[in-house]
């Protein structure tokens, strides 16, 4: 069995590194956002983070994309470097280092790969004859019994192949594969989610073909050490990246590469696992290196239950959805949408109700609601009771669940299980502090009051914390409004499983922390040109909105006033609450005939107006239509006059 490092307070986790043929799409960001999601979360336990992501750059596929574009292959590459960078900084992607295959540093280390391997006997030279699959970079075998001249599909992506016919290095994958079924049995959870783990099983014990890895017929690659006529194949290049990246290969690096190997999760989507399930672990096995601890394997998104591809027109930009929601929610939303073990449908529908729902009513209402009720009663400084109430100490239970709960989906890496755990608490939370109506303690029982608030800063920190990792900037801002920072000394974790909750909070009245975005006009696609958002005024809390009285009443007299060519004066019986003068501007869309005997919604707290000498105490709401006629807002069916709207 291939020796296992004894445990170190690190993480090293990966990204794929992303085919630069385009700029990053979203799935390219899917991978890198749990990536960054699991480097924080080990960062919150305080372990040594190393975060690795890049760009593959060699290969057919690319050489065959420069030409295209008219550019040279290194010039073409260069030209996505900054996007790709820009993008990930932009979604608040803290990694630790972006490889590049083009780097001198790994060059060089995949050649020195190569002739250790051809040392061992593990590479010896031969000739292919097949079939090639350009786009996913692949060697395929024709299916039993197909005539020699009749081209397969790629099984991965299900395009023609081309044929090969050259002489070629190859690396004995054959006399890996008992080596490997013994290693799947022994790591049951090698592979995560494990029911990826059977297709794999199922191949390798279908018997493993020696894999070619080199090429004679292009140019762009890793040239094969001490045979110019060959490059590197693309994926004997590519997947080196993950030692390559720590110091594989630098004598002066060894220190380096010895804390982080092996890595603690490279994360991929199902498209390549084959690579990294078989080849990858037989590579290491070759090297006498440890094997990585986990592969977390992602489904793909799809729009309209079809994966996003160029050709379909169906590609998300996350630029787009970067300006229209900011990168945070967009980073909720995938994690939380997106469950980690299958495919997920993307819909605007979708992104806009995760954050009207979860993030502005659940979460950023709870929040300003708390500030705003405390802050309005002077209370700045939250201190913690002495004694809890029977429903705090119930909350606070909750409270200790979920972060059990959490743990658990965290550590499996359930994040979209994990995230739904969390937002349980935050409605108990929710159903606590509505409950509790802390606006009538503040008025005579100031110190449940000071519970209740004590309690739902509380919980509010727990969930913040446990968020960070997911919305570090929004998190960050949440604590900032209960007077807190986020700390990366110490187990973070541990630290809110043994809190008694006896913390001092200072509440600050911060921006708002989850804009509900406006209805979608038209779904942008592809291109910056088709965003269109409808302009809207700035959002209210609720506590805005109770300010404003709507009652519903009868209006039982209407007349028209002299010398105005808008003006209608009505009276208007709220049942027990009286009888009201109320002008309205509605002459050119109502006459006074019409209006009588109307149930219609008034503004009824608004400051009395003089108008053409008359007061009116009140408005009435309308609507205008396209040609601009007034509508009266009525309801559905007859309500009591003097019924309040909420
Ligand atoms: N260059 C190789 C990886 C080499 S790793 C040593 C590659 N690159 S890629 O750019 O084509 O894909 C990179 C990652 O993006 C893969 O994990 C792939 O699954 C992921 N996604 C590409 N499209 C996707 C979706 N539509 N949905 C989710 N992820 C998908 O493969």
Redesign the pocket.
């Known amino acids: 069995m291939v020796p296992l490092m004894e445990h170190k307070n690190k993480f090293y986790v990966t990204?794929?590194?992303?085919?630069v043929t385009a700029k990053p799409?979203?799935?390219?960001l899917?991978?890198t956002v749990l990536a960054d999601v699991a480097a924080r979360w080990n960062k919150l336990f305080s372990k040594k983070v190393f975060f690795l992501t890049g760009t593959?750059e060699h290969g057919q596929k690319i050489a065959e994309a420069a030409a295209h574009a008219g550019k040279s292959p290194q010039e073409f590459v260069d030209s996505f470097i900054h996007p790709y960078k820009d993008m990930w900084h932009r979604y608040h992607i803290d990694y630790t280092k972006f490889i590049r295959t083009t780097d001198e540093y790994h060059k060089k280390a995949v050649q020195q790969w190569i002739e250790i391997l051809m040392k061992k006997g593990d590479v010896y030279k031969s000739f292919y004859e097949g079939w090639y699959c350009t786009p996913?970079?692949t060697f395929v075998t024709a299916k039993e019994g197909s005539s020699s001249d009749e081209a397969p599909s790629c099984p991965s992506c299900g395009r023609i192949t081309q044929r090969v016919s050259e002489e070629t290095y190859f690396f004995r994958l054959s006399a890996y594969q008992d080596k490997l079924l013994k290693f799947y049995e022994e790591h049951p959870d090698f592979i995560i989610p494990k029911e990826r783990a059977h297709e794999v099983v199922n191949f390798v014990r279908g018997g493993l073909k020696d894999l070619s890895i080199s090429r004679t017929t292009i140019t762009w690659g890793i040239p094969f050490p001490g045979d110019a006529k060959h490059v590197t194949y693309?994926?004997a290049d590519?997947?080196n990246?993950?030692i390559t990246a720590i110091g594989w290969g630098q004598q002066a690096k060894k220190d380096e590469f010895n804390f982080w190997w092996p890595a603690d999760v490279h994360?991929?989507?199902?498209?390549?696992v084959r690579?990294?399930a078989i080849y990858?672990p037989a590579f290491l096995m070759a090297l006498d290196l440890p094997l990585p601890k986990h592969l977390l394997v992602?489904?793909?998104?799809?729009v309209d239950q079809k994966?996003?591809?160029k050709s379909f027109g169906n590609v998300v930009d996350p630029e787009i959805l970067l300006e229209k929601y900011g990168a945070d929610p967009v980073r909720y939303y995938l994690v939380r949408q997106m469950a980690v073990n299958s495919?997920g449908d993307f819909s605007y529908h979708d992104v806009q109700e995760r954050i009207t729902s979860d993030l502005a009513n659940d979460l950023g209402n709870l929040l300003n609601r708390m500030v705003t009720l405390a802050l309005k009663h002077e209370q700045k400084q939250i201190l913690a009771p002495k004694h809890w109430s029977a429903e705090s100490i119930h909350l606070r239970d909750e409270y200790y669940n979920m972060l059990e709960d959490l743990k658990k989906h965290m550590h499996d890496y359930m994040y979209h299980l994990a995230l739904a755990r969390v937002w349980k608490f935050i409605h108990q939370v929710n159903a606590y502090f509505h409950g509790k109506e802390p606006w009538k303690l503040a008025k005579h029982e100031l110190a449940d009051f000071i519970e209740v608030l004590s309690a739902t800063a509380h919980s509010l920190y727990a969930v913040a914390i446990v968020l960070w990792p997911v919305m570090p900037t929004k998190m960050e801002q949440l604590l900032a409004s209960l007077g807190k920072k986020i700390a990366l000394e110490g187990d973070q974790l541990q630290k809110l499983e043994e809190s008694p909750w006896d913390m001092t909070f200072s509440l600050q009245q911060g921006e708002t922390l989850f804009i509900k975005p406006p209805e979608i006009v038209q779904e942008p696609m592809t291109s910056q040109e088709t965003i269109e958002t409808k302009s809207t005024s700035p959002t209210i809390n609720i506590d805005d909105l109770t300010k404003v009285e709507l009652l519903v009443g009868t209006i039982e007299q209407a007349q028209e006033v002299p010398k105005s060519n808008k003006l209608l004066q009505l009276q208007v019986n709220f049942g027990s609450l009286g009888m009201r003068q109320i002008l309205s501007g509605i002459k050119q869309s109502y006459s006074a005939q019409e209006v009588i005997g109307k149930q219609a919604v008034f503004v009824v707290n608004l400051e009395p107006r003089l108008m053409m000498g008359l007061e009116s105490r009140g408005m009435l709401l309308v609507a205008e239509s396209e040609d601009g006629q007034a509508k009266i807002i009525t309801p559905a069916a007859p309500v009591p006059n003097g019924t309040r709207l909420k």
Do not use: Q
């Not at 799409?25 to 390219?28: A, D, K, M």
């Open positions: 990204t794929p590194i992303y085919y799409h979203l799935g390219s899917y991978s593959d996913d970079e693309v994926w590519a997947l990246n993950y994360i991929l989507g199902k498209d390549i690579f990294h990858w992602h489904g793909w998104i799809t994966k996003m591809s495919d």
